[in-house]
């Protein structure tokens, strides 16, 4: 059997910028990190090392320079699309550009002053093709907490089985979540927003019997307030927090006193969709 | 549309194991990292919390430390079937289970001592279904560099183009590889040691234009060197090591001084493979 | 010249503490990361092993949890004084003890529902010995950014120089500071708050002429509003934000366009008192 | 009390650079981070931010470079020292510099390629003042083992201790050392070489009833076997191995089976020294 090269994709990750706009002397800030990654008519330059079809990515790099100048950075999956669309449209021989961004937020402390905020990322996944176009966006980074109102239990037993039944216990996670959307066309601001809103919303709401009732209860309040998304996977671990033994110190420990653990941790991941939905046209998780 | 439950999967994360084995007075190493994902008739759990077929993550763990003891832990990718076959088989609820491996070496200091090596981690993905075995077996951080012998040049320019064309230039990548097996049956440690040599023999060989021809180089010289494998895919960041201008400084840079920078940096990806190779029987890349 | 034992200290390192305290249906969580050291007549183990006088580590690990549940966390400095009193107090072969405490916010999204928050995290550096009581507060990882109201200039300049001066640039910096208390009563979560905004406030009113008076303008702003303090210890690295040259492309960029960038990055560190203070009576920064 | 300036410095952290050297068609390597830090009259720029003394962190990345040109990049004990001495000599206000670096080693692959070595970092720390010069070598990340020959037993117990006494456990640590040496010349590769291999034999060859007493005993080799040097500080971490309770799977768990923890972890911390040697110019540790 010969061997052949199969799919290839090149790119420039993890572009830093920061672009600052001017509104007299009140500063508005937008805080990115891009990844861009083309694919197309590139076997020559791996087959001979034939570079005639290949764009440099510090050329990417510079795109996204200036485009954050001559076009402003709005929310983060309009900048994809914009920088996603150029590349498609501008060279020939590459079919397809995915760009991957991660949009850290400030706070604003002043006109020119601001604050990180580290509660979570916001992403977004932008995949364009010369015959479509696709829009996820997401959210990682998110730690949650129900510190009672969770059980587990009536789950089967085998002969490597110890835990215990738990009708009261901590759930916590951090929410790793993208949700692909039906069009190319949102107010990407409102709707992050709302689906975030009804993710925390909904973990906090759901009496818990698993984290996997917990994942589709979120995933389904994401869809069912948010018309403009087609489907939402989500990557939810299990933050173990354990239950310390204090009988030898002669005290009880009523849902008080955790070790909160590191490894290893459950890992719960499931999608949710609307039935009858376009399938998506590029790979938009893992 | 109704709002249904996609794909989905659950299971436990970075289990760490270290097993001892002993020879009289010498003793042997493993030192793993394992992570277990199983799918299947699962949705009562998401629906209505019953957890009849949630076999517990905890349980996952339990079964890991088990095995080490019952069968040993020889190879990364022996003991991944072992324990994806285990749970395929025991449970019927469950109609897949991914069981994802990673090695870490240790160098023997004396008859029970021993000091980690930090150049690389080997990885196993193994992927066991009812109806269907896939091994993987990979590699990553191992950090390859070629001071010489590698050009860049010939590439198009837009309007966004500045980078100067490079006839001798510095060409360094993390290496991130796996690589499918033919079939569940292998000799894994020789087939790790041969594809690990072929992948670097390979990037040291090659005389550069590119790193996508690099890329392509490694892929095939392991193909070509090993039968067993149906296909790589490899996914190699281009640590950019930027010549730094002395000029200023009324000095000469013959390639002699470097920033090595951080971010951003390019990223090739791509897969080799047989020509006419059985599809993949589960994702096992990304 | 005889080789001997110097000064040394053991002990439990980053228990992690998670306590659920409950008021009626309504729950309270502090969240911990706790280390331990002690330091006395240690001599025994460290020439023959004599474990005599070495209270395991596991034992400081038990302690942390049972006096979370005997005593309650309130302030991470009232448990890190509680911790560090007792192991002085109760073994007589330990004269000294020094509790450091990361402590993690978390923002209440309902009764028993909570949002870890990312801005920062709180630290507290206790140190008792059988003669001293010393403690220390801090913050890490407060990022705050000024879009302008800063300029570098007036500098020295030698053969190697070649930086621009600059008259509008981004000052950037992620706030690490500590600052040691005057006695070991206080109101530490007033004393916290207060501390943090007068940071916070001091670089975004200060128009700064390089990092290094910000930093005094921060220190002294804090001894200033906190007379339970009486010193402060800040290290500020500058995160540089590098104005892309967008001439190439025709393009102006007035302060508009930045990298972000990672490394190198200078740091500035500083420490601001109040004359005439007590000396401290541990080590309590690097 | 008046709120004044206490101590301070600045400088240029995580300058990284790589250096080729060439000998005819064979390449040499090395590739270090540099961290520099200048103190002296500086209390102008942080009073009133007059910058007249303040010679850019830009100009000491630059030099870094320039040096690496002009001189080479032999040990990093002596480019360390080369770098601090410049900034001494040649800016009048600036009184003393301290220069940290890290060395990544590289494996010789062939003439022009190499494989980068993980199994730690060597460090040298020079603090160059205006009276005294003292250097500092080092290693970080060094991970040794021991299947058995280690016990600990014979502690003290209190209320809170559960801990089991073993008389036969694994041993792991990540050597974190750094050694001052007596002088500032020395054949720095064979010292660093030496010191490395004593630290390592000497945690091989002890039977082991506290992890003090391995310590004290690798200080002692070190300074046994290394007369240039004055004393040698240690922090070993006590890398947790749990051996897993397999009784209830009636399996019996003879030192073979274990659990690698993450945190909490022992950390148990040394000097060793020379009896009556002269005391460190700098901070040197910490």
């Known amino acids: 059997m010969a061997i052949v090269l199969g799919p290839n994709r090149y790119g420039k990750a993890e572009t830093r910028l920061v672009r600052v706009s001017k509104d007299g002397d009140t500063h508005h800030l937008a805080d990115l990190n891009i990844s861009i990654a083309l694919s197309g008519d590139l076997a020559a330059t791996h087959l001979t090392g034939d570079n005639t079809g290949v764009l440099p990515t510090d050329t990417m790099k510079n795109t996204v320079y200036a485009f954050a100048k001559e076009h402003g950075v709005a929310e983060p999956e309009a900048f994809g699309l914009l920088l996603a669309r150029h590349f498609v449209e501008s060279q020939p021989q590459v079919h397809a550009a995915k760009v991957a961004i991660e949009a850290f937020a400030w706070e604003r402390l002043g006109p020119h002053s601001f604050q990180r905020k580290g509660d979570f990322t916001r992403t977004a996944l932008i995949d364009v093709s010369e015959t479509a176009v696709q829009v996820v966006s997401g959210i990682s980074g998110l730690v949650l907490l129900n510190s009672t109102a969770s059980e587990f239990h009536g789950f089967p037993r085998d002969k ?23 069009s190319d066309k949102s107010d990407w601001a409102d709707s992050f927003a709302g689906a975030t809103a009804a993710l925390t919303q909904a973990f906090v709401n759901t009496y818990s019997y698993s984290l996997q009732q917990t994942l589709l209860s979120m995933g389904t309040r994401v869809l069912e307030s948010r018309p403009e998304l087609a489907e939402i996977r989500l990557a939810l671990p299990n933050k173990h927090h354990y239950l310390v033994d204090l009988v030898p110190f002669d005290l009880e420990n009523d849902n008080e006193v955790f070790i909160a653990g590191d490894r290893p941790y459950g890992l719960i991941e499931g999608t949710v969709t609307r039935e009858d939905v376009a399938p998506a046209s590029a790979e938009w998780y893992l």
């Open 160 to 182: 490597y089985t110890t835990l215990k039944e738990a009708t009261d216990r901590v759930l916590a996670t951090a929410v790793d979540a993208k949700w692909r959307h039906l």
